[in-house]
């Protein structure tokens, strides 16, 4: 394990009960990676299987199948814009059903400026019917605690409720889940103005596992992430070791001390594994084995 982990405090427990049943996510070229971290890994974790660009329909499945092999709990990503039919749609969600990895899926509008296909955003697939066809029984969407470089505030509440309604009519559940951050207060603040809206979804917040400075601040860069000297300072990385790697034990706890359950519901994590999987896996491992002492 490339990073160290410190003796958990006394908010420990409730660290512990965070990263209760905490997801991880994955690409498709990481396949290998996850074969050596599964060991790792609780068994029946849920797994993130990212809808990368230029990546190939077979490459997606091969993943999501060696998940499957692993005894972990897959759970697709569906980009929206990126789909350039509704038969293209329909072949792949009707491959994941034949792996039987179709009941939960997590699904994004996806960074293009125009759509490929007939798929604006995140809502026109959950509004066309195709998922629930297939036996998708629950939907992640997306939050972003930080905001999004791209979309006002405003706009993002209006569709996490829309999204909200629209799968609530149609009888399927749905998760949130967050863009990855390094500051708690950001992330207390939009769990309240969440829960405010009426949407009592569990929720999953993004926790970039062991990686350096320099990687984080790359990563945080690309997603539009605030990631200065004075927050990586906080969370535990200094700028003059750039290639150091370091877990994320001081915003974990800090997480764990500032929740409540009757103001934020129910809450835990899902790892960004930036530093690698092993790593990731690893420091979890390494964590939750010290938190049990």
Request: hydrophobic share 45%; net charge negative.
């Amino acid at each position: 394990m490339n990073a160290s982990v410190v003796k958990i405090v006394p908010e420990g427990t409730a660290a512990m009960q965070l990263m209760s049943g905490y997801s991880i996510e994955i690409t498709a070229k990481d396949i290998a990676e996850l074969a050596e971290a599964a060991p790792l890994i609780e068994p029946d974790t849920r797994v993130s299987i990212t809808f990368l660009p230029k990546e190939s329909y077979e490459k997606r499945l091969a993943a999501v199948a060696e998940v499957v092999r692993l005894g972990l709990r897959p759970v697709p990503h569906v980009s929206a814009r990126r789909i350039g039919s509704e038969a293209e749609l329909d072949d792949y969600l009707k491959a994941l059903a034949d792996l039987g990895a179709c009941e939960e899926l997590f699904v994004v509008a996806g960074d293009p400026d125009t759509p490929d296909g007939p798929y604006e955003d995140a809502l026109a697939i959950i509004r066309s019917g195709v998922l629930e066809r297939h036996g998708v029984r629950h939907v992640g969407v997306g939050g972003y605690p930080e905001g999004h470089p791209k979309i006002s505030d405003d706009k993002l509440w209006a569709a996490i409720r829309d999204k909200a309604d629209a799968l609530s009519e149609r009888g399927m559940g749905m998760s949130v889940l967050t863009q990855f951050g390094f500051k708690p207060e950001p992330v207390f603040t939009w769990l309240k103005a969440l829960r405010a809206e009426g949407i009592d979804a569990p929720v999953r917040l993004g926790v970039p596992g062991p990686a350096s400075a320099a990687a984080l601040m790359r990563f945080a860069a690309r997603c539009g992430v605030s990631a200065s000297a004075s927050v990586l300072s906080k969370y535990g990385l200094s700028l003059t070791r750039l290639m150091q790697p370091t877990g994320p034990d001081k915003y974990v706890l800090a997480l764990a001390q500032g929740m409540r359950s009757d103001l934020c519901g129910d809450v835990g994590l899902h790892f960004y594994p930036f530093g690698g999987l092993v790593a990731t896996a690893g420091w979890i491992r390494a964590f939750s084995s010290i938190g049990q002492m």
